[in-house]
């Protein structure tokens, strides 16, 4: 996952004012081009990328079963910034990741949707001004069936073939 930092800052308030930034920089700038802050408004808040994955004969496939620290509710990261230290197999969604480890992410990503030509999808927050419309569009993992990962025993009972991922 990558967002921002939650104590100072809530999903809404990331997309009040844009007025800083260059509008639809997204379709004006390679990602490579991209300040940190650009960087990080491209993350939905999807959550999609915290579920656990495997691989089956060389393909990641995705499972229902969420990282124990995903709020189910809201989609965020309870720990955001002790992530790395306490989850050992956390990835940092960086332009390194999203470039040689697509796969890792949904196809919903904005990252891997710009990476691959494609433009961000309506439901966007940058394009609707409203963090909740990743949520309203379905396109979150808010509402879905979930099962969080200490509940599982075999990650190959889980997995599932959402068309998003
Ligand atoms: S899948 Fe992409 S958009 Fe969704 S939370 Fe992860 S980094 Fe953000
Ligand atoms: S610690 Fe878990 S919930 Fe938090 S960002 Fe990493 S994978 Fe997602």
Redesign the pocket.
Known sequence: ???WPQKTTTPQSRYRDLSSFEPEFWKKKALSDLSAEEWEL?????????LNKIERRGKICFTNARCRFLDPET?LCRIYEHRFAKVSDCRN?DLATVLKEPEI??K?????CLSEGKDLPSWHPLISGNADSVHAAGQSLKDRPLVSETEVKNYEDYVVDWPDL
């Open positions: 996952m990558h967002l491209l993350c939905d808040g999807c959550g999609k990328c915290c989609c969604i992410l949904p919903t990503c904005a990252y891997r």
